[in-house]
């Protein structure tokens, strides 16, 4: 990468980190903040779908609209939208509240992760992205290292308080992109304003899914459901299972953190640049199949620590993977592309959680049961339709994907 890039990046995921160090406050803090309502699983799944229905709704919406202004302003948006989102949602005391302020959230926070992605890809040669993409996924991680364990501390005072810490943190990233992040897409690289800006439409997914792209769409969808199984249930599961509270739960998802942050900074940007992004997508589909099923035998702590500690560094691999080729594959419209991808790991957060708050409630183990056979169902799309890298090619057939006619 060339300095200025380089630099650039650095200002990048040192803003992700403090937004991210904001949302990992509040990770431990949602199932107890839930249960405090009356609410169960099934309500919890809700409460996660909703928030991903309106992301699958605006982010491409987000995406797009970053290829024709650039990727600052809208990144921006995203930030004070997921900021004071959380401010409201610290205020709520019904749980009418907490979906207001989810489905406000899902609106406006989408704008973020299109934009960061497709940053990555302005800033990158195809050989360094797949290491660009591993070190945003880096600063995610490090974000969430003590951002867990964090709010589990602050909840025993107040489960509202990291809510607000939260709300704070954003304020910063925004005032940190806005004095020091430059644009990355250059005005004459920028479509035409007047170019009609996309509303998602199942015509559209379902052409970009027999585009150059296509297997990989199905792949996100599959990681993300695959996750959100777990991420979504495993609060409640560890409260009626094990007995633990916020402070137990927050240390277990630091552990997350950390193990997602030295996979992706460490581990990633090597063995994808030696092997491709293709072998690491199926070792890694494989390797959170058995992780997640494992996952259910742990019957203490320490075992606990364990499955999750190789589920996450298995799903750490395929998540910068994927979207390194994505970003491969599709070549222009780079906003267009990870809106796309965005909205089919919506669909992903919107399936996976509804299923696990709806199973959680029949028996406590169908969720990581349920979860295991969606990876390796990902597993054996992958060795099927997976090849190795194709050419670049547009992602679309017959028609462009900006268009909504």
Not at 329 to 343: D, F, I, K, P, V
Not at 345 to 355: D, F, H, T, V
Request: glycine fraction near 12%; charged fraction near 10%.
């Amino acid at each position: 990468m060339q300095s200025s890039n380089r630099k650039n990046l650095f200002i990048l995921s040192f803003t992700l980190v403090v937004v991210t160090l904001g949302f990992g406050l509040v990770i431990p803090i949602i199932p107890f903040y839930m249960e405090n309502l009356g609410a169960g699983g099934t309500e919890l799944g809700l409460l996660l779908a909703s928030y991903a229905v309106m992301r699958l709704i605006f982010a491409p919406i987000w995406g797009s609209l970053s290829d024709r202004v650039g990727r600052k302003p809208i990144m921006m948006i995203g930030i004070f939208g997921y900021g004071l989102t959380m401010v409201l949602f610290g205020l709520a005391t019904e749980l009418w509240m907490l979906f207001a302020a989810r489905i406000l959230s899902g609106i406006l926070s989408s704008a973020t992760s299109p934009t960061t992605m497709a940053y990555i890809g302005d800033s990158t040669s195809e050989e360094d992205r797949g290491g660009g993409m591993g070190i945003l996924g880096a600063a995610v991680g490090l974000g969430t290292i003590f951002g867990p364990a964090l709010g589990g501390m602050l909840a025993s005072e107040s489960l509202s308080t990291p809510f607000f810490i939260a709300g704070g943190m954003s304020i910063l990233a925004l005032v940190l992109t806005w004095l020091l992040l430059p644009e990355s897409l250059p005005k004459e690289s920028r479509l035409p304003l007047e170019k009609k800006i996309p509303i998602p439409e199942i015509r559209v997914w379902w052409q970009a899914l027999s585009s150059p792209i296509g297997i990989l769409l199905v792949l996100v969808f599959l990681l993300t459901c695959g996750l959100m199984i777990f991420y979504g249930i495993f609060g409640l599961y560890a409260l009626e299972k094990f007995g633990y509270g916020p402070q137990e739960v927050g240390i277990i998802f630091m552990v997350v953190g950390l193990v997602s942050a030295i996979t992706q900074g460490v581990i990633t940007g090597p063995i994808t640049k030696r092997w491709g992004e293709s072998p690491v997508i199926k070792i890694g589909m494989l390797g959170s199949t058995f992780a997640l099923f494992l996952m259910v035998f742990a019957e203490n702590y320490w075992l606990l620590l364990t499955t999750i500690g190789l589920f996450v560094f298995a799903t750490a691999l395929l998540t910068p993977a994927i979207s390194s080729l994505t970003s491969k594959r599709a070549e222009t419209q780079q906003g267009m592309a990870m809106g796309l991808s965005n909205s089919f790991m919506s669909l992903g957060r919107i399936a996976g959680p509804l299923w696990a708050g709806f199973v959680f409630d029949l028996n406590l183990i169908l969720p990581f049961i349920s979860g295991a056979a969606v990876m390796l169902i990902g597993f054996i799309v992958s060795l099927v339709w997976l090849r190795g890298d194709v050419p670049a090619a547009p992602i679309h057939k017959g028609g462009d994907l900006t268009a909504n006619s």
